[in-house]
């Protein structure tokens, strides 16, 4: 049972370098969402996509891109990375019906260090 | 004022010990609640569902009160297994569907032989 797979797991960047996170489910989830965390802040949701081909942003969108071109995957993209894009970037996605239940599925995640 | 807040604690308990944590809301139309788990370098995972009639699961129950905007989850018969993050979780819902879930920040917990 893979569930939410993302990669890469870890990643270092320099200031101004560029990269992808790439997560693809295997539950044929609607809704998928790219959240980060950082210490003190919780989880906060940057952009989130209800089906394919769909993209919104959330709470933090601000240096980030996305795109779902196909169902079962949603990339996140970092043009210009920035000392503080550093944290843990979950991917995390849901079925439609689960608004009641609230139940995300999340992936390991995704360590990212900008120097 | 954040959204979700609890106090990050820790709480370092004994083995066998009953804990609560607490949680406030101030989003009054949120939708549902829940109770997320998190060990240490993981990801969340959904522990319960908040309701207002309460609810249990096992050792743990977990409790809404809509008019005070206020949640919370005990915990009965401390195991060390227990030990982990606890983020109170709120579902405001998005725009044409889907979960928008804001988190608190987490009570760490740690229990000790």
């Known amino acids: 049972n893979a569930g939410v797979t993302q990669t890469p797991k870890f990643r270092v960047l320099k200031t101004g370098q560029s990269m992808t996170l790439l997560c693809a489910q295997d539950?044929?989830?609607?809704?998928m969402y790219w959240y980060r965390q950082d210490p003190g802040m919780g989880l906060r949701l940057i952009h989130y996509s209800v089906g394919e081909g769909t993209t919104a942003k959330g709470e933090v969108p601000d240096g980030y891109n996305v795109s779902r071109l196909k169902k079962q995957n949603f990339l996140l993209g970092l043009e210009s990375a920035a000392p503080s894009q550093t944290s843990v970037y979950f991917c995390?996605?849901?079925?439609?019906?689960?608004?009641?239940?609230?139940?995300?599925?999340f992936g390991e995640g995704s360590r990212l260090t900008v120097l | 004022r954040k959204e979700v807040e609890q106090d990050p604690g820790p709480f370092n308990v004994p083995e066998g010990a009953t804990v609560a944590f607490n949680c406030t809301y101030s989003?009054?139309?949120?939708?549902?609640f829940f109770w997320y788990r998190q060990d240490c370098r993981k990801e969340p995972k959904l522990l319960m569902s908040v309701y207002s009639s309460g609810n249990e699961d096992g050792r743990f129950t977990a409790q809404l009160n809509r008019a005070s905007q206020y949640i919370s989850l005990l915990i009965r018969d401390s195991k060390l297994s227990d030990s982990a993050t606890y983020l109170c979780v709120v579902n405001e819902g998005l725009t044409g569907g889907g979960n928008k879930l804001t988190f608190g920040t987490g009570t760490q917990l740690k229990v000790e032989l």
């Open positions: 539950m044929n989830h609607e809704y």
């Open positions: 995390a996605s849901s079925y439609r019906t689960s608004l009641l239940t609230g139940e995300l599925f």
């Open positions: 989003n009054s139309a949120s939708q549902s």
